[in-house]
């Protein structure tokens, strides 16, 4: 599990390193468009580092790891863990980079109380986690290739939510995925809900390990 782990952080550092760097560039967007309250740069930043285990498992299948791992001392359930270990790495690294953006906002700019501190961290974990939660089982039953149509799929309705949110403000900026006036019970509710969902992805993907449609 260890030797698992320690492969695919060399293959983050190696081939994900930019995608870290346009993660702290759209967080320091994100620090200015929070003079408006608009948390949709810092939130889609989160969703970026969501895709670190997708992009790893692309690798893996397009180099045949799936076939050579099966000669190692490894369950489906390690094998699959990994790749979800490190969406929850990215998880982590998405909330820090997230609050940091947000303390800095919070020091200058009025809009940001700690209501929408709070909000907009829930939101960082909820689209961190989705993309790994609907991709990764996808991924692993029909292969990388195909699985990335549902993810264009979600980056449009990504961009179709940004744009309603944009035509529902009369200045044209884009706030919040989610209603502003959520309470922190409902905010609670939808971190677990998010934590569940991603349990139960990986279930489904270890069933489904080694299925994809070549």
């Avoid at 967007?29 to 969703?47: E, T």
């Avoid at 980056?155 to 009369?170: C, K, Q, R, Y």
């Avoid at 959520?182 to 939808?190: A, V």
């Amino acid at each position: 599990m260890k030797g698992l782990l320690l492969k695919d952080a060399y293959q983050a550092w190696y081939y994900a390193k930019m995608v870290v760097v346009a993660t702290v560039v759209m967080m320091g967007a994100g620090v200015i468009s929070m003079m408006n309250g608009a948390n949709f740069f810092i939130v889609y930043a989160g969703f970026l580092l969501g895709m670190m285990p997708m992009t790893l498992l692309a690798y893996d299948q397009t180099s045949n790891f799936n076939e050579y791992s099966a000669a190692l001392p490894a369950t489906k359930e390690q094998l699959v863990g990994c790749k979800y270990i490190v969406g929850l790495c990215g998880l982590v690294l998405a909330e820090v980079f997230a609050a940091a953006a947000l303390g800095v906002a919070q020091l200058h700019w009025v809009a940001v109380d700690s209501a929408l501190v709070i909000s907009t961290l829930v939101q960082v974990g909820m689209t961190t986690l989705l993309s790994s939660t609907i991709l990764l089982p996808l991924s692993y039953r029909f292969g990388y290739e195909k699985a990335k149509v549902v993810f264009y799929f979600i980056v449009g309705a990504l961009a179709a939510l940004m744009g309603f949110s944009v035509a529902a403000n009369e200045d044209g900026i884009v706030r919040n995925l989610l209603p502003q006036s959520i309470s922190s019970l409902g905010l609670l509710g939808i971190a677990v809900a998010a934590l569940t969902l991603y349990a139960l992805s990986w279930r489904l993907s270890v069933a489904w390990y080694g299925k994809a449609e070549q």
